[in-house]
């Protein structure tokens, strides 16, 4: 007797639906392998977490709002050897978010920032944290229609309220209007209670010069600085022209002769 059409409704109903995707595949492998009945239950629970933990994961991810799904897996070390390497592992362990600290990273465009930024999200994510990606203007630019539509609060509580932020390339134009103070509520509030990452062309010294109110930047970025881990990224650009494909000889002898014959090229 085929005990699936009863069971499907009692898995549904459990919220265990899941578990129908691989049920029949786990069914013969516990047949040809002689499970117990014991493993059988195991292995089919193991396989509904697994499923869980993806889902959880995918979600996580699509909330964060990365600009790409970049890893550390992916990034090209070797590219700029000079580069952290030891500090950005240490960093994926995400051990700065127990301390409650940032961490900058600064650098030439084409460096990886924003790469590496998105990478330690994405560990984050992976031990179950809650994470953000914006970048300056974005954030700075949907807090201000937030406020016109009184629904600023709301918008903070999100900004503030993530285990970790992450905000991509500050400075690259000065602050304006209310956005000096909107930055500043935003890492006030963050500061000491959960990590934020910040990514800049400019150095940490330079930042004071995007705030047209120094002693409010001032402010802000003592709170980033404090107890916070710096990554310095130099070097090539990943963004380097590819190479142009070298042409033949014999089309540059054509191109030159036809060019003093005052001819065009065909």
Known sequence: MNPMPDLIPMLKQLRLSGI????????RQAI?????Y?????????DEIARRSQ???????RRANFRNQKTLEE????????IN????????????????????IVGPCGTGKSHIAQALGHCAIRKGHDV?????????AQLHAARATNSIERQLAKLIGCDL???DDFGLKPLTGLQDEDFHEVISERYERRSTIVTSNLDVPEWHDAFPNRILGAATIDRLRHGAYKVVLDGKSYRSAAPQPEIPKTVCQRAEKQTSKGGEID
Do not use: H, W, Y
């Open 55 to 61: 889902k959880r994961l995918v979600s996580a991810v």
């Open 38 to 46: 014991m493993d059988f239950l195991a292995i089919v629970i193991q």
């Open 85 to 104: 390497r030891a500090l950005i592992t240490e960093l994926a362990s995400c051990r700065f978010m127990e301390e409650k600290v940032s961490v900058l």
């Open 165 to 167: 932020l992450i905000i």
């Open 32 to 36: 040809e392998e002689k499970f117990s």
């Open 75 to 82: 990034f090209d070390f070797s590219f700029n050897p000079g």
């Open 132 to 140: 953000l990606f914006t970048t300056a203007s974005r954030m700075l």
């Open 20 to 27: 129908l995707d691989s049920i029949e595949s786990r069914n």
